[in-house]
Every structure is written in C-alpha cells, then in structure tokens.
C-alpha cells in the first residue's frame, strides 16, 4: 500500500500552493464543501464531478494558480487510488466470491438455526459484522436485508428488532474497519498503522455495535413498530448451485486477511526490530494487499470450487464483481484529490495553527470535523477522506496507537445522522418500507448512536494507551 508519509504531508503544509490567510483559507473551505454539497443534494450531480469542482472552487478561493490546482488535484486522485483501489477491488471479488458460492447463506442459517427467540438480535448483529467485513455496505444491505425480512416474517418480530442490528453491524463494519474504502484512506492520508487501527477499531466496533445494534432495538421497536412489507419479502429461492461450502471454512476465508494483518501487527509489537528477518516476513504477509490477494485465491478453492464453480464461473464472477465498484473508486479518487487540495493550499496548517490555542482534544476536532462533512455531503465517505486531509498534519508528533485511534475518531464522525442527502437513508426507508420520520426515529438515531458511542470508547482508550 502506498503511503503518505507524515513528513511528506508536513513538507506539502509547510510549502502551500497559495500564500492565503488563515480567514481566506477558511472561506475558500467552507466555499469548497458548499459548492459540492449544492451540486450533490440541490443539483443532484455525481459526487465524482461534485469533488472535481469543489476542488477546483476551493483552489481558486483560496488563490491558487489554476494549473497547481489541478496538478493538486490529480496527484491526491492518483495516489488515493494507487493506495485503495487495488484493495477495494480485492475486496469486492472476496464478497461476490462470498455471496455467490452460497457462503454467506451458509453463514446466515447455520447462526439462526442455533439462535433463540431471546437472542436472535444478537445473531443477527453477528451475522452482519462476519459478512460485512469483506464487502461494502450497500452489498451488504443488498446481501442481508431479504434474510431480516425472512426472519421477521416467520419468527413474528417486529422488524425493527431484527434490522436495527443487522444495519447497526454493517454500518460499524464500513466506517470503522479496514479494508473498507474510508478506513483505508484516512490510514494512508494521516500515516497510520494499519494492524493497530484494524485491532483498535474492532476494540471499538464491539461495544458500539451491541449499543447501536440490539440494546437500541428495543427502543426503535417501539417507536417504529412495523411489519416486513409483503411486497420486500422474499422467496428463498433455490439456485442452480450443487452444494454450499461449509460454515468453518466460509469463516476461516473472510477471516484470514483479517488474521495476517493482525499477525503483522502483533509482530510490530513483540518484535520491534525493522531489520529482524520475522519481522520482514510478516511485513510482506501482513500487508493489506497480500493479506486480501491470499484472501481471494484461497476463497477460489474453499468457496467457488466448494460450491461446484467450474474455473469458467469463478472468472465469470470476479468479471462481475469489479464492475459495481467503477463509482465507489471514482469517488474515493476524487476525494483524496479534494483532500489534497485542502493539504497543498495550506488548510491543514492553518487548522494546526489555529487548534494550537485551543483546549480541545486532537480526537474530538477530528471526529467535529467528519461530522460536520457528513451532514453537509451525506457521504461517509467523503466526510472520512476530507476529514483525514484536514487533520493530517495534527498526527505529526503522535504515538502509533494514538495515530489509529485519530483514524477511528474520523471514521465515527463520518458516521453521524444520516439524512435525506445519503444514499443508505433511502435504501433502509425502501427496503423497510418506511416513511421519511420512521427512517428518522430508526436508522438516523441508530448512526447518531455509532458515531457517539464510538467516539467515547476512543476517546477512553486514549486515556490508557
């Protein structure tokens, strides 16, 4: 994975594109993100174009020459993807090789077959936080949803007490773990390690997820007591696949990128020594690009050829899940060029100049900041990509865990009350077939939920570590 070093985003701050000042630059901000969030919601642009002229607004605000702007602009787009697109594309053919060969049927019915009446929100918080690790969130919505209806359907739950915290595990799952796209961007954009941050954020996924997912159930079903739509419920329809692989070895596959990086990590900490052959070793196992390569070979065999894939298939299938991920990659791209239009006009100096007089936790301005993206632009995404640009140069002078949980700060803020401007909130409102206040009172307070809950467990374990 190509990284931004620490020193080279100090080097970029400390030589800016523009000699603007600190009021400039904060206009020539807020002119960028107002701009992209006009043509996102009122314009209804794409977020890829919507990113493009946000950047270049922002560069001409600010005072910069046309050229070093766009040159700004490409080179943050050709790195991002350069860094994640290769690792979003390997994900992506890890969920489809999943969802495809049955192995995430497999997974969701041997755990509801085992799950009591009592603890089936717990199942499902479960089920939704083993799928979701490998692929995006809106697959796994796509993926989950007709087993929520299912379930509500014939154990005669409310269906807010099976989705809360299905959804609550997939949208922990996306905003806080790597190898989703925004976890991975803002560990690339501040220099983070990328086995503290995975091992930190299940840390904190853990807690959130349960406070987010099944204790906040309770309550949405309340407040919201439906019934699945008829219309939304699916048949479990058979498929022409011979068998299914089993459940052990579907866990062991999605598991295992999340195993060698961890290992990596563990390495880094007993070890300490850069010129220690183990240590080298577990630097070229535990990589994300290795771990998630060995991730989808190994799921060729224990998933595709398992389910009866012929070597034809299993290429029809990777064929297929590349396509889908074209926009995801567009608009991550986009975003890191944003993000380094803010680092080279000078806005992340400017924040640590400005922040130095303020007594307010590095944490707590990272996490205002991607909430505060997050409710202009509706995008998770985009709200962690900007965020990690704006507060980079802030990481310069902390501790590897400190760097994780900085990346975790902005992943919970991205989080933050989803409304009418994202895509999810549309999604969950069809899909349950709810009004625009239900999804409110629902799925709006339950990412409320996340992003608060998470915060408070970084910013707890930034006390002990």
């Not at 050229?67 to 993807?81: E, H, P």
């Not at 690792?87 to 053919?93: D, P, V």
Request: charged content about 10%.
């Amino acid at each position: 994975m190509t990284h931004l070093s620490v020193e080279m985003l100090a080097a970029d701050a400390t030589e800016p594109i523009t000699s603007a000042g600190h009021a400039q630059l904060g206009i020539a901000v807020l002119a960028g993100i107002a701009v992209i969030v006009l043509l996102i919601t009122k314009f209804k642009l794409h977020a890829f174009l919507s990113l493009i002229i946000g950047s270049l607004v922002l560069g001409a605000v600010a005072g910069a020459p046309l050229d070093k702007a766009i040159t700004s602009f490409s080179t943050g787009l050709g790195t991002t993807v350069a860094g994640t697109g290769v690792l979003i594309a390997l994900g992506a053919i890890l969920g489809k090789l999943l969802a495809d060969s049955g192995g995430a049927d497999q997974i969701v019915d041997t755990i509801l077959a085992k799950a009591s009446r009592r603890t089936m929100p717990w199942a499902m918080v479960l089920i939704a936080g083993i799928v979701g690790l490998p692929i995006f969130f809106e697959v796994g919505i796509v993926l989950l949803i007709p087993v929520v209806l299912l379930v509500a359907k014939r154990g005669n739950f409310s269906l807010m007490r099976i989705g809360i915290p299905a959804l609550a595990g997939l949208s922990v799952m996306h905003g806080l773990i790597p190898p989703h796209p925004g976890p991975l961007v803002a560990i690339d954009a501040v220099g983070a390690n990328l086995g503290v941050t995975l091992a930190l954020g299940v840390v904190v996924a853990i807690p959130t997820a349960i406070i987010a997912g099944p204790l906040f159930s309770r309550y949405a079903a309340r407040w919201v007591d439906i019934r699945p739509p008829e219309k939304m419920v699916p048949e479990r329809a058979s498929d022409d696949l011979e068998k299914r692989p089993g459940f052990g070895i579907t866990v062991a596959t999605v598991l295992l990128p999340v195993v060698m990086m961890l290992a990596k990590a563990l390495v880094d900490v007993v070890i300490d020594d850069p010129a220690a052959g183990a240590q080298r070793v577990f630097d070229v196992v535990g990589s994300p690009l290795i771990a998630l390569l060995t991730a989808v070979v190994v799921a060729m065999f224990t998933l595709g050829r398992a389910a009866g894939f012929t070597r034809g298939r299993i290429a029809v299938t990777v064929e297929k899940s590349l396509a889908p991920i074209a926009g995801v990659l567009l608009i991550v791209g986009a975003g890191g060029g944003f993000k380094q239009t803010l680092v080279d006009a000078g806005v992340g100096q400017m924040i640590l100049d400005v922040s130095k007089g303020w007594h307010l936790s590095t944490l707590l301005l990272a996490w205002l900041i991607a909430v505060t993206i997050r409710l202009a632009t509706g995008s998770a995404t985009v709200a962690t990509i900007s965020a990690a640009g704006l507060v980079a140069p802030l990481a310069a002078d902390m501790s590897t865990t400190h760097g994780a949980l900085l990346v975790l700060a902005i992943g919970c803020g991205s989080l933050f009350f989803s409304h009418v401007n994202d895509a999810g909130f549309w999604l969950v409102k069809e899909y349950f077939g709810m009004s625009v206040g239900q999804t409110l009172k629902t799925w709006s307070v339950m990412e409320t939920l996340i992003s608060v809950v998470g915060i408070i467990c970084v910013l707890l374990l930034s006390l002990v570590l």
